[in-house]
């Protein structure tokens, strides 16, 4: 996905300190890519949105909750994922700059 290829860029010249984020978002495509294949369907970028987008805004339930309620560290987690992904990184890249002084 070339939105992918395109944060990796970006965030390497900032020196992006959350390297785990960025290889998760990178194994998640991977993932898909992989499971597309092997059930012979041709791989698209929706179905890596749709994948990412879904796991976002699931909420996770526990045994003794009587409400679904999800981590929120891990929501979180795969909420910035899923920007990266889709391509709605302006949010991550801004923080990395922030991080290293630039603006």
């Not at 970028?45 to 045994?63: C, E, H, M, Q």
Request: hydrophobic share 30%; aromatic share 6%; glycine share 4%.
């Amino acid at each position: 996905m070339s939105n992918l290829h395109k944060i990796f860029k970006e965030l390497q010249k900032l020196d992006y300190d959350d390297f785990d984020l960025l290889c998760d978002a990178w194994r998640e495509s991977t993932q898909v890519k992989n499971q597309c294949k092997n059930m012979g369907i041709k791989y698209k970028d929706k179905y890596l949105i749709n994948a990412v987008t879904k796991r976002a805004n699931s909420k996770l339930g526990y045994p003794g909750t009587p409400t679904p309620a999800s981590p929120p560290a891990q929501n979180n987690r795969d909420k910035k994922i899923h920007q990266i992904i889709v391509g709605d990184n302006l949010d991550i890249i801004e923080e990395a700059a922030k991080k290293k002084g630039l603006i």
